[in-house]
């Protein structure tokens, strides 16, 4: 049966959904949670604490439904599936912890974040740790899995490592700053649909276009984060905005300023203001108002777009069944919610 006729239910994000796709996917998000805490438990108390911390702070588990989608295109109750999926939210937890550390977070997921409620060497021994039971999970998926989880923590690495010193001298910064969000973000994104796919038996093909499509779909969700980050009121994005104005991060809108993208009579100052220290209140809300305003902003989206669409063609050359038009769906909807 084709998605278009099927029974339609609510799925990730609100979007419609098959219904009979939408009820195996609550099966085995709820088959994963129930192995994440089984693998969060130690013999050491503090240290199942500590890794329970962010599991029961729960999260929107995308890595997870992102795997049993793909798995659609084989058999989705292989036996590897829900352990990859497991796998993949380990590792995605994993680097939450690594990153409130560098980033001295204090809360995560509305909870004292686990530097500040314990200290950062708890913090940072216990993504250790989940590391370590992703790869022992791992271990019984076969080499081939173990080498894709390799190659794409690489890339985490590189990524954080290459967004830390920034872009060479003589490097684009724009280019630097897309090819750290594919790395940051969009590696394990694409892994996800690459164990679905791969571990529920799919052919190569299929796999190596959802493997393509979900890193497009990670760097798109991104990049509308950066988008949503300017340009909404708090209570959609959930955080202050002009967050990383204040924490002078550069993010897609800011680099097509320092760019010259688009002109106009307070280009000048908000170059000036985009590299000066805007932990100043006042600074802060004029850098805002002015990048709010500024035809970057539109270019950014264009932006969002071209991912959300190159991510889109891919997946319409997947065979059509429920699962593909969910995965077009999350297209439409990283480019809609940020309006």
């Known amino acids: 049966m084709s998605s278009a006729s099927a029974e339609q239910a609510t799925g990730p994000f609100g979007l419609p959904i098959d219904a009979?796709?939408?009820?195996?996917?609550?099966?085995?998000?709820?088959?994963?949670?129930?192995?994440?805490?089984?693998?969060?438990?130690?013999?050491?108390?503090?240290?199942?604490?500590?890794?329970?911390?962010?599991?029961?702070?729960g999260g929107k588990r995308f890595r997870p439904m992102l795997v049993l989608l793909?798995?659609?295109?084989?058999?989705?109750?292989?036996?590897?599936?829900?352990?990859?999926?497991?796998?993949?939210e380990l590792t995605h937890l994993a680097t939450l912890y690594h990153d409130d550390v560098m980033d001295e977070a204090p809360v995560r997921r509305g909870q004292p974040s686990a530097n500040s409620r314990w200290t950062n060497t708890v913090a940072i021994l216990t993504g250790d740790y989940l590391f370590a039971r992703a790869s022992d999970l791992l271990a019984d998926l076969g080499p081939e899995a173990v080498r894709i989880q390799a190659r794409a923590f690489a890339r985490l690495v590189r990524g954080q490592i290459q967004e830390t010193v920034g872009p060479a001298g003589d490097a684009d910064p724009l280019k630097h700053y897309l090819q750290v969000m594919a790395d940051k973000t969009g590696s394990l994104i694409a892994v996800s649909g690459q164990f679905g796919a791969l571990l529920s038996g799919a052919d190569q093909r299929i796999v190596d276009t959802v493997t393509s499509a979900c890193e497009k779909i990670g760097v798109a969700f991104q990049l509308s984060d950066d988008i949503l980050d300017i340009a909404s009121e708090a209570e959609q994005s959930g955080k202050t905005p002009g967050t990383d104005l204040r924490e002078g991060i550069r993010t897609l809108p800011m680099h097509h300023v320092l760019a010259g993208v688009g002109s106009g009579p307070d280009d000048a100052r908000l170059r000036e203001l985009l590299v000066a220290d805007l932990t100043d209140d006042a600074l802060h809300a004029e850098a805002l108002r002015l990048l709010r305003a500024h035809p970057a902003m539109d270019r950014a989206?264009?932006?969002?777009?071209?991912?959300?669409?190159?991510?889109?063609?891919?997946?319409?050359?997947?065979?059509?069944?429920?699962?593909?038009?969910?995965?077009?769906g999350l297209c439409d909807y990283v480019v809609s919610r940020t309006g």
Do not use: N, Y
């Open 70 to 88: 793909a798995a659609q295109f084989g058999d989705p109750a292989a036996p590897g599936v829900v352990p990859a999926a497991v796998v993949v």
């Open 301 to 328: 989206r264009a932006d969002l777009r071209g991912w959300a669409e190159d991510a889109r063609a891919e997946l319409l050359t997947l065979p059509d069944i429920p699962a593909r038009a969910a995965l077009v």
């Open 20 to 57: 009979s796709l939408a009820a195996d996917v609550r099966v085995g998000l709820d088959s994963v949670e129930r192995v994440l805490l089984e693998a969060v438990q130690s013999e050491d108390p503090l240290l199942t604490q500590a890794s329970k911390h962010l599991v029961e702070a």
